[in-house]
């Protein structure tokens, strides 16, 4: 792709657009994705079941992955009209840098086992589009390589349990390059992830029949992923979790060490804000106390998210605890959102309720497995071309002039009607 590239300019994002060096370079499969949905799909009969388990699956229930998406019916979009629209733009600030969207990629634990590697082409289309990418601390690409390719990524930490360890990979963080860290606080334990179990995956994986049937019934993947890793890299392992290299992917007798996680407290957050220099952003909010806690110690931003419905299964929905996080930090403290964001309307939502920028997890991930760097990239241009597109009809020319005052809260009697009118 050009690296002129711009979102912009990009056929989807721009209709009335020429046709660019960046419109040229297209793939042709990518011709009839025209949502994230499609990505999906795709991805589901590209992937080996156990792995597009892993990706696409919440725990338990599954309920709070469901209830991420419900959570935008809650409210109506209220458009004006005759309003000049015709300079519309999608550009955002957040920590002194303007990206072109206010949308990024979530931090995903083991892209490159979905994605030929996936941590890294996952940065490199954000660099490509200027928007803003987390990198998993369950990576199993070093973080080094990553920000060497995107030195605005962002480093999502899951917090080693001893003060001694948490401080080493503060040091290794700062050494890569990173300046803005982002503190996954929500997984004092890892879910309860059945779902994972049933589909016969585990981390590491274990050598079984089944999983080798499920390779060699995925050519694609096997092929493009998993014997061209193997091929030019080796085996992967996890790579960021510590200052040293932790566990392979595939083993059958090695197992992950998580840490000791369920004892950290605002104490351990205090450790790192004196040790960290750069910007801190803290992820996993869903409660008001929890979001003043935060800033008062010392968080730059805050990220509101359940984990995409993979940690405590019939949370409350981020978007709906969204407002209330808003209203309970200053100004100057940036609110994101992630978990069940699908649309460029749903980013417009959250926009509307008070956050600065949404990150989208589980379709870049599908995008990557798909088509690779360009897949992600021509994802990034579906959102950005519904985004547009929505502004226009709403008569809204930037993100900063959403507001609630572009929705109407659907109520109990709403719902009852709608449910009448069904039955009819």
């Known amino acids: 792709m050009s690296d002129t590239f711009n979102l912009r300019d990009y056929p989807l994002a721009n209709h009335t657009a020429p046709r660019t060096a960046a419109s040229r370079h297209i793939p ?78 979530a931090p995903m634990g083991i892209s490159a086992l979905s994605a030929y590697r996936g941590d890294l082409i996952q940065a490199q289309a954000a660099a490509l589009a200027n928007v803003p990418t987390i990198m998993s601390g369950s990576s199993l690409i070093r973080m080094e390589e ?9 480093f999502q930490m899951y ?31 890892s879910g309860n992830r059945e779902n ?19 390779g060699a019934t995925h ?31 595939l083993s059958s007798n090695v197992l992950r060490d998580f840490g000791a996680r369920d004892h950290l407290s605002w104490e351990h957050l205090r450790l790192i804000r004196r040790q960290w220099q750069g910007t801190l952003v803290v992820k ?20 509101v998210s359940n984990h995409g419905g993979r940690q405590l299964d019939g949370s409350i929905a981020p978007l709906r605890a969204l407002p209330a996080v808003v209203a309970a930090v200053d100004a100057d403290c940036p609110v994101m959102i992630d978990s069940g964001f699908r649309r460029g309307g749903d980013v417009l939502m959250a926009l509307a309720l008070g956050a600065r920028a949404v990150f989208v997890g589980r379709p870049f991930n599908y995008a990557g497995a798909v088509a690779g760097q360009a897949g992600i990239v021509h994802a990034f241009a579906i959102l950005a071309a519904e985004m547009m597109r929505n502004m226009a009809l709403l008569g809204v020319n930037r993100p900063g002039e959403l507001g609630a005052h572009n929705l109407r809260r659907r109520t109990a009697l709403d719902d009852l009607s709608r449910h009448a009118a069904g039955r009819r």
């Open 196 to 214: 994972n179990l049933r589909a016969g995956f585990s981390t590491p994986l274990r050598p079984t029949l089944r999983l080798a049937w499920d």
């Open 159 to 189: 917090v080693p349990g001893e003060p001694d360890k948490i401080s080493a990979l503060l040091e290794r963080v700062a050494n890569a390059g990173f300046r803005t860290l982002v503190l996954t606080a929500d997984v004092p334990v």
């Open 219 to 249: 050519l694609r993947w096997l092929f493009g992923t998993a014997l061209r890793t193997l091929w030019r890299h080796g085996m992967p392992h996890f790579e960021n979790s510590r200052t040293e290299r932790g566990a392979p992917i």
């Open 146 to 154: 990553v920000c060497a390719a995107n030195p605005d990524a962002w």
């Open 28 to 105: 042709r499969r990518l011709a009839r994705v025209l949502a994230l949905a499609d990505f999906e799909a795709a991805a589901r009969r590209h992937l080996p079941g156990p792995i597009f388990a892993y990706v696409s699956g919440g725990c338990e229930t599954d309920r709070s992955l469901s209830e991420n998406r419900r959570a935008f019916e809650d409210y109506d979009w209220v458009p004006r009209v005759l309003v000049d629209t015709s300079k519309r733009t999608l550009e955002t600030s957040l920590f002194g840098h303007t990206y072109a969207a206010p949308f990024g990629v």
């Open 284 to 303: 996993g909010i869903l409660d008001p106390d929890d979001a003043r806690r935060a800033r008062e110690l010392g968080a730059d931003g805050l990220i």
